[in-house]
Nanobody, 125 residues
Framework: VQLVESGGGLVQAGGSLRVSCAVS????????MGWYRQAPGKQRELVAD????????NYADSVKGRFTIFRDNAKKTMYLQMNSLKPEDTAVYYC???????????????????WGQGTLVTVSS
């Protein structure tokens, strides 16, 4: 099981961008998911995450009110909508998910933790 990211690019400050993260093969369920980022010379940090079933969503203080994490279960795809972008949002963005490949995994709370390859978001001032 792999996560394939897309949607990164160059955008001016104040603009918007949506990054996507698709599960590469058939899997029964995407459970918890999250987006992280790593800026040059800095440690990877949590941007936003969502617990299994979407019951609890958590955002870093620096992106609250500007970023939204959501998913399309039918497409097995997760998204991060980024609005009012700032130069300090420039980073490589990574998705992470707990996936249950089979129904038997899901009902027994078994999952794999997988990461995307990263997509670069550059915000110009």
């Amino acid at each position: 099981v792999q996560l394939v990211e897309s949607g990164g690019g160059l955008v001016q400050a104040g603009g918007s961008l949506r990054v996507s993260c698709a599960v590469s093969e058939s899997t029964f369920s995407i459970n918890a998911m999250g987006w992280y980022r790593q800026a040059p010379g800095k440690q990877r940090e949590l941007v936003a995450d969502e617990t299994k079933g979407g019951g609890n969503t958590n955002y870093a203080d620096s992106v609250k009110g500007r970023f939204t994490i959501f998913r399309d279960n039918a497409k097995k795809t997760m998204y991060l909508q980024m609005n009012s972008l700032k130069p300090e949002d420039t980073a490589v963005y990574y998705c992470r998910a707990h996936v249950s490949p089979l129904y038997s995994d899901y009902v027994n709370n078994r999952y794999l933790e997988v990461w995307g390859q990263g997509t670069l978001v550059t915000v110009s001032s």
